[in-house]
């Protein structure tokens, strides 16, 4: 189920394009003491981008200039003091324009494929992809990108990207309790919105401040922070790093957002320190808690500033929240820091030239986050996906000439603030994040939004376009970040996180077949739809192997990748109680013991969260059914 070979050369992704070669590296800027001397005023950009990337004269004419106005294409003109390395340039050319490729194709696909199939099991008669509508249907092929969306906080005008994740979808796990064979499985009836009922049930987190912090340890959480945790975030500059922790000093740590910065910092230094939290006791005092108290009681302050800075303690306050197992906190934190960046970046001239860089890499993390709840959580959406086309994509920071080496110490000895940056700058996960969530949207917009169902007939072209995406998703992957596909161990905890990425996205693209396998039998006489079954399958198969290594990346994903566990050991469970699914499985064995290990695993999280709490009590239960049902068929 390829996508015509025709239309391949114009599948590219953000991936693949900063990483053409594996001597690619973020871009590290440094100045020299002369710019150092003129800062911040630099020489104007004159060329637009497309003449930039060709190395060819522009003739700066405006709006567009001759040679984009030969080449047909769109006329960009950056604003003057802003620098891109060459990788960047070729990101921001290419995304832009597969968006607009890709949806035309795939809209064009799909009314294509809309007229009758002369296939019974791939008529237009079967409908796939909402729980809610009934089987039979002869409504027409949807054509993705041109559906009203309905939903809460609705938008005057509703964005049209494809990589939008939609207001109303049935991607979350709980929908899944809907379908066919995993009803039965089910004692009670569970709402999808029950997770976020419970979340906003949830006793508020108390904390108090510490009379006085305990900085023994705080080189080392430091250290922590830019080796195990700024590689998810990417939002804080090592070589700056040194200016805000003296000026946290000269504070005492009591006011500023860099004394608010700092003390984030060393909470999510001592966090992953410590490993992931579901190690923990729950008796015990979550690490790096004290430092969050204290950064808690300068966040009023902080979050009345409209500014750059501001947005990013808001960022890495939601970090720590995710940390702690609380979703709809960091999702209340995230959408006031979505709202200072939808204000900031309205107008270029808000942000100032030194927080350009930080002001794009704050922007991809509120829209990386909210789009990972809204998977989950039927919330409000922000409305700062309405910046995505307008936002660029992450370069590098630039490294800071320090002149005062003075370093500050406190009664413990030095702090870390040597000449030498005290992290690396990092993107490699940061840019193929964003590629892969991008795609997770468009999957959610394009095969899960609720009203707008497809059949099989149409469902095909879209889900090859989107599988092959995502092999070329993978296929980009520098090799410092790119995991094997096999049973291979993987060591490297970016790699694992990005696996299961992987996986699960594949999953999502392919389980609507399952979906029409459930309804009807029926539908896997046809070999296309028992391959696509097969693919789901496998995927979720290669998700759910190695159980513990969901705590990799423990810090932004432990409750989405415990929800993601849930959603595949139901369909999973379903799988086995069907004739024709349940010999594309594993031996029954070893799937037992593959849905008992996700049980244990789950019940370790539950006590983190009600959300949590309520999933391992369903599966469990639903793992108790599921026995009864094949002991009393003689399976």
Request: proline share 7%; hydrophobic share 40%.
């Amino acid at each position: 189920m390829s996508p015509p070979q025709g239309d391949r050369d114009i599948h590219l992704d953000a991936v693949t394009a900063a990483t053409a070669s594996d001597d690619f590296q973020p871009s590290k800027k440094k100045r020299s003491n002369s710019d150092v001397a003129e800062y911040p005023r630099r020489r104007a950009t004159i060329a637009c981008q497309i003449c930039r990337l060709r190395k060819t004269k522009c003739n700066g004419v405006r709006p567009k200039c001759q040679l984009c106005t030969d080449l047909d294409t769109e006329c960009i003109y950056r604003e003057p003091g802003i620098k891109l390395d060459a990788g960047d340039k070729l990101i921001i050319e290419r995304l832009t324009r597969i968006e607009g490729l890709l949806q035309s194709s795939l809209a064009s696909q799909a009314a294509h494929c809309s007229l009758p199939s002369t296939s019974p099991a791939t008529s237009n008669d079967t409908n796939v992809g909402s729980e809610d509508t009934p089987v039979k249907t002869t409504s027409a092929a949807v054509i993705p990108g041109k559906t009203s969306v309905v939903g809460l906080a609705s938008w005057a005008n509703p964005p049209t990207s494809i990589s939008t994740m939609p207001k109303v979808h049935t991607t979350p796990a709980l929908h899944l309790l809907q379908w066919p064979l995993i009803r039965g499985l089910v004692a009670g009836p569970y709402d999808p919105h029950t997770l976020l009922q419970l979340e906003m049930a949830r006793e508020p987190l108390r904390m108090r401040a510490p009379k006085e912090l305990d900085l023994t340890n705080a080189t080392t959480y430091i250290r922590n922070f830019f080796q195990r945790v700024n590689v998810w975030y990417a939002c804080v500059n090592p070589y700056t790093w040194s200016q805000y922790y003296k000026t946290a000093m000269s504070l005492s740590f009591r006011e500023g957002s860099e004394s608010c910065l700092v003390l984030l910092v060393l909470a999510l230094g001592c966090a992953s320190h410590h490993g992931s939290i579901s190690s923990v006791s729950p008796d015990n005092e979550a690490p790096g808690l004290p430092y969050f108290a204290a950064a808690w009681d300068l966040l009023p302050i902080v979050m009345m500033r409209n500014s750059v800075p501001a947005a990013q303690c808001i960022i890495l306050t939601s970090a720590y929240l995710f940390y702690l197992v609380r979703p709809l906190e960091a999702w209340t934190l995230l959408s006031n820091a979505s709202l200072k960046l939808q204000l900031l970046l309205g107008n270029p001239s808000r942000v100032p030239l030194q927080w350009k860089e930080l002001s794009v890499r704050i922007y991809w993390n509120a829209l990386l986050y909210e789009s990972d709840l809204l998977a989950e959580l039927d919330l409000p959406h922000s409305g700062i996906v309405h910046f995505e086309e307008l936002v660029d994509l992450p370069g590098g920071f630039e490294e800071e000439d320090d002149e005062d080496d003075q370093e500050a110490e406190d009664a413990h000895g030095e702090i870390g603030l040597e000449t030498e940056p005290v992290g690396h700058d990092e993107l490699w996960y940061f840019l193929a994040e964003i590629a892969l969530r991008r795609l997770l949207n468009r999957v959610s917009h394009m095969v899960y939004q609720k009203d707008s169902p497809l059949t099989l007939g149409t469902l095909g072209p879209i889900v090859s376009e989107l599988d092959y995406q995502l092999s070329q998703w993978y296929e980009s992957l520098p090799q410092p970040v790119q995991f094997p596909l096999s049973h291979t161990p993987v060591s490297n905890s970016v790699q694992t996180a990005l696996r299961l990425r992987y996986f699960a996205c594949r999953t999502i693209i392919y389980r609507p077949y399952m979906l029409a396998v459930f309804e009807n039998e029926q539908t896997s006489s046809d070999p296309v739809v028992k391959e696509c079954c097969r693919r789901c399958i496998e995927a979720t198969i290669h998700q759910l192997e190695n159980i513990t290594s969901h705590r990799e990346g423990h810090l932004p994903y432990l409750w989405q990748g415990a929800l993601s566990m849930v959603s595949q050991t139901l369909l999973i469970m379903g799988a086995t109680m069907s004739p024709t699914l349940s010999v594309l499985l594993p031996p029954a064995d070893q799937v037992d013991l593959m849905i008992s290990e996700v049980v244990a695993e789950v019940e370790r999280y539950a006590h983190l969260a009600p959300s949590l709490k309520l999933s391992a009590e369903i599966i469990r239960d639903a793992e108790k059914r599921r026995q009864i049902c094949l002991r009393s068929t003689g399976r």
